[in-house]
């Protein structure tokens, strides 16, 4: 059973679908924290999540949903192209007055909804079908929604092709319990969290482990810990898999700095041969120190 943000007819179903396993049941929750935490209590499997977008960054719910409670752990990930539909109730001839959906939705259509729907309020919704729900339900006048939802619900285009910038992308993570780690595939990404102390210099070493073993850091996100006022946790995805010498004293190296780190995962990349890190000096070197530890080389 593997849970996503729903209703049916959200992005992140799309993306369940192209995640999933042949056998695999989907069921909606109806926030990200909801999906994650059926994960947790063993209820489904599995937990399809967006993470990122190419427009408007991080989904700051999924991280902070990540970064607490007990761990999970990342196993694969999707990207997805993004259009939105702006969906009404048929045969609705009045001026829209209310538009609703996902904050992440809302912010890729801010242009087209300032040029053509100037008055209308803007408010948000838990996804972008649950904002098509909410306008069957006689709530909201339009909902921003994917092109999809108008097979799952009974609603018409107003406009199709909104959104402010072609060719967007959403990035997805399927999440489960911690067990088996996916097997390298030469083309991984690994994700961590990590609380780097409050002193000079101390963001900028924990990164220079990274490049110090010539490890590609695909993105960095700083979110509050929500604790003291200025106190940051950082999201950190880079090119490689723990199973990998470089990127493994990597991480034991950021343990070193900072015992909090919690290990998010590593999983095959969305767009394959391309991430690979260059372990030859690595491995080279740990025969080395076994043979001179072992008195067979100098
Ligand atoms: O609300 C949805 O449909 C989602 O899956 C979240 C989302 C919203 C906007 C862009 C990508 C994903």
Not at 168 to 184: H, N
């Amino acid at each position: 059973m593997l849970a996503y943000l729903g209703p049916q007819g959200t992005f992140t179903e799309q993306a369940a679908r192209g995640l999933a396993k042949p056998d695999d049941d989907l069921t909606p929750y109806d926030t990200v924290p909801a999906a994650l935490d059926a994960v947790r209590r063993g209820d489904v499997d599995a937990a399809c999540v967006p993470v990122e977008n190419s427009v408007e960054g991080a989904v700051p719910a999924t991280m902070d949903a990540l970064a607490s409670g007990d761990p999970l752990v990342a196993v694969g990930e999707i990207v997805l192209p993004v259009r939105f539909s702006i969906l009404v109730r048929p045969g609705s001839t009045g001026s829209v007055k209310t538009v609703t959906s996902h904050p992440h939705a809302l912010a890729q259509v801010r242009s087209w909804l300032a040029k053509n729907l100037p008055e209308a309020q803007v408010v948000p919704s838990s996804s972008t079908a649950a904002g098509a729900r909410a306008v069957l339900a006689g709530e909201f006048d339009a909902a921003v929604s994917a092109p999809v939802a108008v097979h799952h619900y009974p609603l018409e285009e107003l406009a199709t092709g909104v959104n402010d910038v072609e060719d967007a992308k959403t990035r997805f993570l399927l999440v489960e319990r911690p067990g088996t780690l996916p097997a390298p595939t030469g083309s991984d990404r690994t994700s961590v969290v990590v609380t780097a102390a409050d002193r000079i210099g101390a963001l900028s070493e924990l990164l220079a482990e990274l490049a110090l073993r010539r490890i590609n850091l695909t993105r960095i996100e700083s979110r509050p810990t929500k604790g003291r006022l200025g106190e940051y946790r950082f999201y950190i995805d880079l090119d490689g898999h723990v199973a990998e010498p470089a990127v493994g004293d990597a991480l034991a190296a950021l343990h070193r700095h900072c015992p909090e780190t919690r290990f998010l995962g590593s999983y095959p990349r969305a767009e394959a041969g391309v991430g690979k890190t260059d372990d030859s000096g690595f491995e080279a070197a740990a025969q080395w120190l076994t043979k001179i530890r072992t008195g067979n080389g100098a």
